[in-house]
């Protein structure tokens, strides 16, 4: 399994990035959970998408900024991220949670383990 994300890059405060998430070597339902980690932070969970039926989920702090989308068809999952603040800058994750089984608010809990991840790309918004 290999997820691959792409999209990250500096942009002014209450500008507009799109995170792709490419992922390869899977098949079956998932969940793609996109998180994100600062300098001197703990890894946090943004937005969640089920494969199977297209449910998402968001974390409080980017609801009504950010859109999280599934390309079944290409595989591939986005996280359009608008009105972008200095807090949200960090490192951003995608990752692969195999068979979706709990509800997507339970997989950010602390603990609660995806099965997959990619690489990361960064993400920095500037003041």
């Known amino acids: 399994v290999q997820l691959v994300e792409s999209g990250g890059g500096l942009v002014q405060a209450g500008g507009s990035l799109r995170l792709s998430c490419a992922v390869s070597g899977f098949s079956g339902d998932y969940a793609i959970g996109w998180f994100r980690q600062a300098p001197g932070k703990e890894r946090e969970g943004v937005s969640a998408i089920r494969r199977s039926n297209g449910r998402t989920y968001y974390v409080d702090s980017v609801k009504g900024r950010f859109t999280i989308s599934s390309d079944n068809a290409k595989n591939t999952v986005y996280l359009q991220m608008n009105s972008l603040k200095p807090e949200d800058t960090g490192l951003y994750f995608c990752?692969?949670?195999?068979?979706?089984?709990?509800?997507?608010?339970?997989?950010?809990?602390?603990?609660?383990?995806?099965?997959?991840w990619g690489q990361g790309t960064q993400v920095t918004v500037s003041s």
């Open positions: 990752a692969l949670d195999v068979g979706a089984i709990y509800g997507l608010g339970y997989s950010f809990r602390p603990g609660y383990e995806y099965d997959h």
